[in-house]
């Protein structure tokens, strides 16, 4: 942890149990869309993602502006940029050409639909008038680049110019009217469903991380932050779960979202404190790795597991797992080496006279390690 006795924020340190909270997440998603909906909480898995998000970004920008004393809004859009754009493109590409090919147990896809893909509006499929849109999960992307190119520029021009505590306020005050929002539209949609995917109504996910990002952020000294203790942990942890028990749909498209990316802050904050068992186990090499290729992971899996069913139609549940999972790493594996360590050193040397992003230390050599 960076020295309390420095008012500033240190360089952002490499957290590997972030790392590893990004495989915990990873690996949810992956086991609802191999047939487990109905046990896992595949959605929670994208909120976790989307905290982490918030989170992360938000703490960089922090950094840069009491480091250099300025946030660079091109050398933020940038960096997304280099690190969004070629993995997705690849990959919509990949699964463009296999689904071409007849190779892919999916729905009949539209121009109209893939074009909202590339565009980062699938998640307003009634813009397109279609949903036919290939094996590549990007709702939740859209609603994260919706967010970066919003959010930086709110921090210059305000969140960045109020006292943390404030700057948190106000955050939480936007929560509370896209919660607002979410009731409305559960009582007057006829598919208040769509609260899922909206932008507009699922960003207060990523502002709940941006709030831990902003205040009581134990990356940042000069916040001295909350250390939670195991038992508020537990008690957020009960509060989370309480929300995947209840099944009354007015709740789960309007409260739930709320209090699950709320009680997220008391174990993120307790991670980012902590060294316990919890803490060693998400650093743990195998996590990690997966957490490392976790944005490979998360665009590729869905292409891959309707590629092993068109392959094998009988093939369910942990066996769809077992073979899905190695062929998905596999592209991870390539996509990382051929396509974002090159981005990742792009990156770094066009952006050389800003605070780095931070890197994983694999094999005695430095590695990038994306921060959102």
Excluded: K
Aim: hydrophobic content about 50%.
């Amino acid at each position: 942890m960076p020295d309390p006795g420095d008012p500033r924020p240190a360089a952002m340190p490499y957290l590997p149990q972030l790392d590893g909270v990004r495989a915990l997440a990873i690996l949810i998603v992956f086991a609802a869309h191999c047939g487990y909906s109905h046990v896992v909480p595949g959605g929670f898995g994208v909120t976790v993602f989307f905290f982490l998000s918030g989170y992360l970004i938000t703490t960089l920008l922090r950094i840069e502006r009491a480091r250099v004393g300025a946030v660079s809004l091109p050398a933020f859009y940038l960096r997304r940029t280099l690190r969004i754009l070629p993995p997705m493109y690849l990959t919509l590409l990949a699964s463009g050409a296999l689904y071409a090919a007849g190779l892919l147990d999916w729905m009949t896809v539209e121009p109209a639909a893939v074009l909202g893909q590339a565009t980062f509006l699938t998640n307003y499929p009634g813009l397109f008038g279609t949903e036919a849109v290939l094996p590549v999960p990007l709702w939740s992307l859209a609603i994260e680049e919706h967010f970066y190119l919003v959010f930086p520029l709110a921090y210059v021009v305000w969140l960045g110019r109020l006292r943390p505590r404030r700057a948190a306020l106000a955050c939480l005050g936007i929560c509370a009217a896209v919660l607002a929002l979410r009731g409305l539209n559960v009582w007057r949609l006829p598919d208040p469903g769509l609260n899922y995917s909206w932008t507009h109504t699922r960003i207060d996910a990523i502002l709940f991380g941006c709030c831990l990002g902003l205040w009581n952020n134990p990356v940042i000294p000069a916040d001295r932050a909350w250390r939670p203790r195991a038992w508020h942990v537990a008690a957020s942890l009960a509060v989370i779960l309480g929300t995947l028990a209840v099944r009354d749909p007015a709740f789960r498209e309007s409260l739930r979202y709320t209090l699950q990316s709320a009680a997220l802050f008391v174990p993120f904050a307790y991670l980012l404190h902590e060294d316990g068992w919890g803490v060693r186990w998400l650093a743990s090499r195998p996590m990690r790795q997966l957490g490392l290729w976790s944005y490979s992971f998360y665009l590729a899996h869905m292409t891959v597991v309707a590629l092993v069913r068109h392959l094998d139609p009988g093939l369910t549940g942990v066996g769809l797992m077992l073979a899905a999972f190695p062929v998905t790493l596999l592209w991870c594996w390539g996509m990382y080496g051929l396509v974002e360590r090159p981005c990742a050193r792009l990156r770094r040397r066009l952006l050389a006279d800003r605070p780095p992003e931070p890197a994983l230390a694999e094999g005695g050599r430095r590695a990038g390690v994306t921060p959102a």
